[in-house]
């Protein structure tokens, strides 16, 4: 028998053979909201082209940064059919009860393992609550969330909380740029990075995906779906805290408020990057660009000098474009039989 007789013989559809170098990019998972990236930067920077300035960028990298980072986590929640909306306020009472424990005294470091711990605990109470009830954790969230903004508010007694030991090592050094990129950003690059080997190539990724494909299934199956649910609303809940501190640590102040309105664009992010509503799939790149999209949206408007009141229906706009264009890209590429 030759080498070319020691297999099956695979017909390979002609098409498949000319593929050029740009089809073969539609077989990203994340292709569709990259180029959406990419055209409402076009759009924005052909008219001002300081918004491609370094300084520029990096800002916009650093404001997606600092909601993208829980972003990354929302896509093994909704991967599992599940939505948390109190991780705003999560994030807000983190940042605050951080700031308040250096301003009374508290070692900055010890005070950022407490917030993230913290995080850790409030994410963790929806789980809990959510499998105690047996109801979808967005129920449970829609009361913790009010919780959460009305502890922060009372924790800083509604003011914003100053009074930081700005030259500590922990503002230093986490609220510092490194090779001109603030830290926040590396953290939110690396934390891309192994979520996505985690959501994709672990036993723990495959059981949130199955989770989200059937229920009922990977409950027969022997997944044990509280616990799942319970470990991944604590990962969101850590990455609330981390984002928290990393807030901290950069802007060395804290307010109460920071945190209103980030569950919707932490939601945003994760679904315009790809991780649908139906459950079972999800991308973490994708939500990374997401959170990109969103703040150069947000750029782009204060560049063209649109009213704030018109802000949310551009947006919107855009949102439904970007996630209308990724199906798009998804549905032809499973005719093709590319998924």
Same mark, same amino acid.
């Given at each position: 028998?030759?080498?070319?007789?020691?297999?099956?013989?695979?017909?390979?559809?002609? =098409?498949r053979l000319r593929?050029?170098?740009?089809?073969?990019?539609?077989?990203? #998972?994340?292709?569709?909201?990259?180029?959406?990236?990419?055209?409402? %930067?076009?759009?924005?920077?052909?008219?001002?082209?300081?918004?491609?300035?370094? #300084?520029?960028?990096?800002?916009?990298?650093?404001?997606?940064?600092?909601?993208?980072?829980?972003?990354?986590?929302?896509?093994?929640?909704?991967?599992?059919?599940?939505?948390?909306?109190?991780?705003?306020?999560?994030?807000?009472?983190?940042?605050?009860?951080?700031?308040?424990?250096?301003?009374?005294?508290?070692?900055?470091?010890?005070?950022?393992?407490?917030?993230?711990?913290?995080?850790?605990?409030?994410?963790?109470?929806?789980?809990?609550?959510?499998?105690?009830?047996?109801?979808? %954790? !967005? !129920?449970?969230?829609?009361?913790?969330?009010?919780?959460?903004?009305?502890?922060?508010?009372?924790?800083?007694?509604?003011?914003?909380?100053?009074? #930081?030991?700005?030259?500590?090592?922990f503002y230093r050094?986490?609220?510092?740029?490194?090779?001109?990129?603030?830290?926040?950003?590396?953290?939110?690059?690396?934390?891309?990075?192994?979520?996505?080997?985690?959501?994709?190539?672990?036993r723990f990724g495959?059981?949130?995906?199955?989770?989200?494909?059937?229920?009922?299934? /990977?409950?027969?199956?022997?997944?044990?779906?509280?616990?799942?649910?319970?470990?991944?609303?604590?990962?969101?809940? /850590?990455?609330?805290?981390?984002?928290?501190?990393?807030?901290?640590?950069?802007?060395?102040?804290? =307010?109460?408020?920071?945190?209103?309105?980030?569950?919707?664009?932490?939601?945003?992010?994760?679904?315009?990057?790809?991780?649908?509503?139906?459950?079972?799939?999800?991308?973490?790149?994708?939500?990374?660009?997401?959170?990109?999209?969103?703040?150069? %949206?947000?750029?782009?408007?204060? #560049?063209?000098?649109?009213?704030?009141?018109?802000?949310?229906?551009?947006?919107?706009?855009?949102?439904?474009?970007?996630?209308?264009?990724?199906? %798009?890209?998804?549905?032809? /590429?499973?005719?093709?039989?590319?998924?």
């Open positions: 028998m030759t080498a070319l007789d020691s297999g099956p013989v695979v017909n390979v559809p002609p =098409d593929r050029s170098p740009l089809s073969r990019l539609f077989r990203v #998972q994340e292709a569709g909201v990259l180029l959406v990236l990419a055209a409402v %930067i076009l759009i924005v920077a052909i008219p001002h082209p300081r918004f491609v300035g370094v #300084q520029s960028l990096t800002n916009l990298g650093q404001q997606s940064a600092f909601f993208g980072t829980i972003a990354l986590g929302m896509v093994f929640l909704l991967a599992m059919r599940e939505i948390d909306i109190s991780v705003g306020g999560n994030y807000a009472v983190c940042t605050v009860v951080s700031a308040v424990l250096v301003r009374d005294g508290l070692n900055p470091w010890i005070a950022a393992a407490l917030g993230i711990v913290l995080g850790m605990l409030l994410g963790a109470l929806n789980g809990v609550l959510a499998n105690a009830f047996r109801l979808p %954790i !967005i !129920i449970i969230s829609l009361g913790t969330l009010t919780a959460y903004l009305g502890t922060a508010l009372v924790v800083t007694n509604s003011s914003p909380i100053g009074g #930081q030991p700005t030259n500590s090592s050094w986490l609220g510092r740029s490194y090779l001109q990129i603030p830290a926040v950003i590396w953290l939110f690059v690396v934390l891309c990075a192994v979520l996505t080997v985690v959501f994709r190539s672990t495959f059981a949130i995906r199955a989770v989200g494909s059937n229920e009922e299934a /990977a409950r027969l199956t022997g997944y044990a779906i509280n616990r799942l649910r319970l470990l991944v609303t604590t990962m969101v809940g /850590a990455l609330c805290g981390l984002s928290g501190i990393f807030t901290l640590a950069y802007f060395g102040a804290a =307010d109460p408020g920071v945190g209103t309105g980030y569950e919707l664009s932490v939601i945003a992010a994760a679904i315009i990057g790809g991780t649908g509503l139906a459950g079972g799939s999800g991308s973490v790149p994708g939500a990374l660009i997401g959170a990109l999209i969103i703040s150069a %949206i947000a750029g782009g408007l204060t #560049q063209f000098g649109v009213p704030a009141n018109w802000g949310n229906l551009v947006t919107g706009i855009v949102i439904v474009i970007a996630v209308g264009f990724d199906a %798009i890209v998804r549905r032809r /590429a499973l005719v093709r039989g590319r998924l």
